[in-house]
């Protein structure tokens, strides 16, 4: 799915679907979270933005943590279906692990933004909640996270396997390349001075480079680069 699919399927037809209205709260908390940080945001402000009263934000969740892991959650959730497909979609194993890397950055502003709430925040899913609503939502991120880790330490240990990687330990090159990515959402912002097909490309090089592949095995998937003033 293309970012521009992705963007389709958020503001498509939101009275038709069940839900809705908690979705509602999801996106926009979520784009006060990424674009001005958790902390800052007030619970009350997200209320305002969605158009209901602060009380009735409590209908649908325990507190403004509970809504954190909630996209926090639905966040991973997305990711492991990307994978998930790609995998089954792609069965020669190097031309899955680079469509998954070139994957990974096609991502429209909200997909940007739900990354960088994934990483700002990801150190509260450590610790236990009181409120049952919120506790469990806290333990399902958790749970998602460790899983996609997983999901790539199998993934390359079957590279290996096959003779496509060197070998290596599985599970700490996966936390390695995950934790390369991830580091991109700590600085890029929607809108920034670099596109997000120029830092794809230049990650991915790096990633595949990482894993001891060619760097340019990817050559050709992006754009052509971007001049910015």
């Not at 909630?70 to 279906?81: A, D, F, G, K, P």
């Not at 502003?109 to 049952?132: K, Q, S, Y």
């Amino acid at each position: 799915m293309t970012r521009a699919e992705q963007e389709r399927r958020r503001t498509g037809s939101a009275r038709a679907r069940p839900g809705a209205k908690r979705d509602r709260i999801l996106d926009v908390a979520t784009d006060y979270f990424g674009r001005h940080g958790y902390e800052e945001t007030k619970w009350a402000d997200v209320a305002d933005a969605v158009g209901i009263g602060s009380t009735a934000l409590y209908h649908y969740f325990d507190s403004k943590q509970h809504c954190l892991y909630e996209i926090m959650s639905r966040t991973i959730t997305r990711v492991r279906e990307r994978f998930d497909r790609i995998v089954v979609d792609h069965p020669d194993w190097t031309d899955a692990l680079v469509e998954l890397l070139v994957a990974a950055f096609d991502l429209g502003d909200t997909d940007v933004l739900e990354h960088r709430v994934l990483l700002a925040e990801h150190g509260r899913v450590g610790i236990r909640r009181a409120l049952p609503r919120e506790e469990a939502a806290r333990e399902d991120a958790r749970s998602k996270k460790r899983e996609l880790e997983s999901d790539w330490a199998a993934f390359l240990a079957r590279g290996m396997q096959e003779g496509a990687l060197p070998q290596n330990d599985p599970q700490l090159l996966a936390r390695v390349v995950l934790g390369l990515y991830n580091s991109v959402w700590s600085w890029y912002r929607p809108g920034g001075a670099i596109g997000i097909d120029d830092v794809g490309r230049f990650f991915v090089s790096r990633e595949l480079a990482l894993l001891g592949c060619d760097p340019q095995l990817a050559a050709g998937r992006f754009p052509a680069a971007t001049a910015r003033g």
